[in-house]
């Protein structure tokens, strides 16, 4: 039985949880085919070993033709772009077409449910108006999916977590300033038990939506390490902002012998 235990001292994003899926030995260009399944273009992907601090990692992004915003686009009055983005049932359509893996399509589905009602609630919008830019919508599909592909592909049976770290202050998006939390991280922590610890020295977002809703959906259980099973390797995934100190997810893998 194998389990991944998160360790989030420095929050979650999608491309921070793919990096440190690679670093622990998922092979990316197994990992691009079976992304490719989904059934959409327009984006490439990019996979670096490299060094911060001294440690090694994996740097994974995706490479789409504009500048990624926050995901989805938050005014009814907005209708007329609507044509550029991607409503959740449009999403929710593409990944039930796919040739993904059923426990992949279950997965990706329930964190996209997590965050369009996150999202929702936030904006006060039905669920059937909110919907992703067109480069949001892509990015947050590649990650989401990629998680829940570079898991299959680990055979992981368990994911366990860490307390999130996230940090403080306010961020810059398209429609003004979000505190951090950002609304919809906070939204889905609303009725869970997920542990979330400030950091006040970081003056932007560590936990991004994407982020909350893989860890909602994906993870059953928060604490320390397990102590009593065997760790096989460790795997780190870094995050693009800089926060003035290490930006990483560090993965641990283990694996209990029956």
């Not at 085919?33 to 490439?44: F, I, N, P, T």
């Not at 990944?95 to 449910?113: P, Q």
């Not at 059953?220 to 390490?225: K, N, P, V």
Request: hydrophobic content about 40%; charged content about 20%; proline content about 4%.
């Amino acid at each position: 039985m194998r389990t991944l235990y998160l360790d989030a001292f420095s929050g979650i994003s999608g491309d921070m949880f793919i990096g440190a899926l690679l670093d622990l030995g998922v092979d990316f260009d197994q990992f691009k085919q079976e992304l490719a399944k989904l059934g959409v273009s327009g984006y490439q992907l990019s996979c670096q070993q490299e060094a911060k601090s001294s440690i090694y990692g994996t740097n994974f992004d995706v490479l789409l033709p504009h500048e990624k915003d926050h995901g989805f686009i938050e005014e009814a009055a907005h209708q007329h772009h609507h044509h550029h983005g991607r409503h959740l049932q449009e999403i929710l359509d593409l990944i039930a077409n796919s040739d993904l893996s059923d426990w992949v399509k279950e997965k990706a589905n329930a964190v996209f449910n997590e965050i369009a009602q996150a999202e929702a609630v936030v904006h006060h919008l039905p669920l059937t108006e909110v919907h992703f830019h067109e480069v949001g919508a892509l990015d947050s599909i590649v990650d989401i999916v990629g998680c829940c592909v570079a898991l299959e592909m680990l055979q992981v049976d368990t994911v366990k977590c860490s307390a999130l770290a996230d940090g403080s202050g306010f961020i810059q998006v398209a429609h003004g300033q979000m505190p951090v939390p950002v609304p919809a991280v906070m939204q889905m922590r609303v009725g869970t038990t997920i542990p979330i610890k400030a950091r006040p020295e970081v003056h932007t977002e560590l936990i991004t939506p994407t982020g909350m809703g893989l860890v909602k959906v994906l993870v059953s259980e928060f604490g320390s390490l397990p102590e009593t099973i065997t760790p096989l390797k460790i795997g780190y995934g870094f995050g693009k902002r800089e926060t003035g100190g290490f930006n990483a997810l560090r993965t641990v893998l283990f694996e209990k012998k029956n």
